[in-house]
């Protein structure tokens, strides 16, 4: 399995307040990014990251950010959580091209089950 | 925006019946890598394709990528209760330059081996 720790696993919390999720990984991967994932829409991009300090804005990024200060590290934060941001959050990591081809190999965490009540 | 088109959405099956499943799209990829995600976890790779044509065969499953690469069809023979599980397409977007971008994924697939 991947390197690939989400923290916290579950996190309850209420309409309005800031929540950050964390993706930390131990491959060394360049590229990181974060998904959501809701029925009836599978997996949605939110934001990815290509390098440290380095982010940019997926499908779905309205009302979230990123930040990535350590090549390991690609945190996720709602600044004002509402409820139609309840949703499970996946972090997602790959090592970009492979023999000159966009591969597109990515290796998921476990999620994040959020609920903003 | 590019779409992936995942069908069937669901399927029911009994054990040791032969099932396809269909990822459909009108846009050309460069790859496309197909996951398999069990309840409470995230999805797991199971195989890239890059050429069109090709064809991948991980077991009793056969993977193959469409030659315009604009599609993909996942085939299990024999399905086994263990196969169950949401069945997932994403492809990755055909642009000039660096990078990774993020994958388009197709809504997925839910499928039930009964025994």
């Known amino acids: 399995d991947a390197g690939i720790t989400q923290s916290p696993r579950h996190k309850v919390t209420e309409t309005g307040t800031p929540v950050t999720l964390r993706c930390h990984q131990t491959?060394?991967?360049?590229?990181m990014y974060w998904y959501r994932q809701d029925p009836g829409h599978g997996l949605r991009l939110i934001h990815y990251?290509?390098?440290?300090?380095?982010?940019d804005k997926g499908e779905v990024s309205d009302g979230y950010s990123v930040s990535r200060s350590k090549t390991e590290d690609f945190l996720l934060t709602l600044e004002s959580a509402t409820s139609s941001q309840t949703s499970v959050y996946f972090c997602?990591?790959?090592?970009?091209?492979?023999?000159?081809?966009?591969?597109?190999?990515?290796?998921f965490g476990p999620g994040t089950r959020l609920t903003v009540t | 925006t590019q779409l992936l088109e995942q069908s069937p959405q669901f399927l029911s099956i009994q054990e040791g019946e032969n099932l396809t499943v269909y990822c459909n799209s009108s846009?050309?990829?460069?790859?496309l890598q197909w996951y398999r995600q069990e309840p409470g976890e995230g999805p797991v790779l199971l195989v890239t394709?890059?050429?069109?044509?090709e064809v991948k065969k991980l077991k009793r499953l056969t993977f193959q990528f469409g030659d315009a690469r604009k599609d993909s069809s996942l085939h299990i023979t024999a399905a086994q209760p263990g196969d169950t599980g949401l069945y997932l397409c994403?492809?990755?977007?055909?642009?000039?330059?660096?990078?990774?971008?993020?994958?388009?994924f197709g809504k997925g697939t839910h499928l039930i081996i009964q025994p």
């Open positions: 846009s050309v990829f460069s790859s």
């Open positions: 491959e060394n991967h360049r590229y």
């Open positions: 394709v890059v050429t069109g044509g």
């Open positions: 997602a990591i790959s090592a970009g091209r492979i023999s000159g081809l966009r591969s597109g190999e990515q290796y």
């Open positions: 994403a492809g990755s977007a055909m642009y000039s330059g660096g990078g990774a971008d993020g994958l388009t």
């Open positions: 990251s290509y390098g440290v300090k380095d982010t």
